[in-house]
DNA sequence: TCATGTGAAATCCTTCACAGCC
DNA sequence: GGCTGTGAAGGATTTCACATGA
């Protein structure tokens, strides 16, 4: 598999697939880049390049077979296997983590729950029994899991993430509000809801007054076009 | 304020931010770009490019002061005030997010929480009252309200976003599963834990064997460089 | 001497525009 | 006629390298 195909491609054949996925639900068979672009966000060109980075999944004239774009992305993603997943912190975000449903419906599998604190040790937290994260190299090396879910606080993330390492994990889903450093043959990707905020407020007038705006009516909407 | 910063660097920023919070707890009076850099987990010369957009903050020869940077980021990112939030979607997911003290922390206060579910409606959720989803145009619209965070079902994200455009929404945190289509004057950022994830496992062997690799020992553990 | 701020260069990514094929 | 796949162009972002000032 070729190895310079750039990041930002990989973090949008997610957004297709689920695209995709829907698509097939309401029994679309054919999907042209056009379409696929617009439910996607992006441009019908990005899509077409993007896609170009890994063979050629099209008929000209005619678009892309749902199905066959499904498969061939399910491939590319190493989605066509199961993946075991461990997550360390059995705090309030760890515990929302085991709670939310979709990463086990898309073969995310988390089979253990770490935490250090004697107060959760033991306890139950949606059918997963919370270990000592003493336990977890050990556990991690013989089970050969790969992945990885932060949701300890900052200042603990890095002392995790340098075990999680040596433990053999490559890929990790990072919640805590930290940046972590960690060798080149490991991924990480951070999720943060308060920089995510931070980032909007920049665009937002800082001091407009309330009710400056009235309620708009049907036929002063904006089209939507973005 | 210029209005043509590349949205990157505006990413970029609650990053900075975030680490320049942790360095003013520990006390630190000056950083440069490099030290920086490093806890933000960029190049210094990224640090100093992003920061020129907004003026010359640092002293050559020496560094930035922390406690100045920090005032100038709250100041470009709107940070010195407080800003009122709706949630939409009291699920599992919307319960989360009413449960997640960051957002408060960080001066991001939910007002209302949304639902169409009359078993929802009326139920209290960490303080506040669900309320039903036909009062939100006209509550957003006479608040002021400027941010919505969106934590329905895929399939109703798109009508939801649409009604908050409506009332005078400018910023969206969606949560839902889905591509949402807004006009230009209006942000949106996405959080998919499941998206992510399957980046992550792109970047993955498909079938390593397990037991292939060992438990390192504290002598062959990699250099963390990245 | 040390570290910023920034032109210029390099690299990366997106879009244009169209040949080729169904 | 419609839509893909892709060279080439264009635009955006990062990095180099260094003048400048403390």
Redesign the pocket.
């Known amino acids: 598999m070729q190895r310079d195909i750039?990041?930002?491609?990989i973090k949008r054949l997610p957004i297709y697939y689920r695209s995709l996925q829907q698509m097939a639900q309401m029994g679309k068979d054919v999907?042209?880049?056009?379409e696929l672009a617009k439910s996607a966000g992006?441009?019908?060109?990005?899509v077409?390049?993007?896609?170009?980075y890994f063979?050629?999944?099209?008929?000209?004239?005619?678009?892309?077979s749902v199905e066959l774009l499904l498969s061939e992305l399910r491939r590319i993603l190493n989605l066509d296997r199961d993946w075991d997943v461990v997550l360390v912190g059995a705090g309030s975000l760890g515990r929302a983590v085991t709670r939310y449903p979709r990463l086990e419906q898309h073969g995310f599998r988390i089979r253990h729950v770490y935490d250090h604190n004697p107060n959760r040790i033991n306890t139950r937290l949606n059918g997963l029994v919370v270990e000592d994260v003493s336990l977890m190299p050990e556990q991690i090396s013989r089970e050969g899991i790969r992945i990885a879910i932060i949701a300890v606080p900052p200042s603990s993330a890095q002392e995790v993430a340098d075990e999680l390492v040596r433990s053999g994990i490559k890929a990790i889903l990072n919640y805590a509000p930290a940046t972590i450093q960690v060798p080149d043959d490991v991924r990480v990707y951070d999720i943060d809801p308060v920089a995510a905020m931070q980032s909007l407020t920049y665009y937002l007038e800082p001091y407009e007054s309330r009710r400056k705006r009235k309620l708009s009516s049907a036929s002063d909407r904006i089209d939507i076009t973005s």
Chains 1, 2 share one sequence.
């Open positions: 750039p990041e930002v491609v999907v042209s880049s056009q992006v441009t019908a060109t990005q077409r390049r993007d896609l170009s063979g050629e999944f099209g008929k000209q004239g005619k678009g892309y």
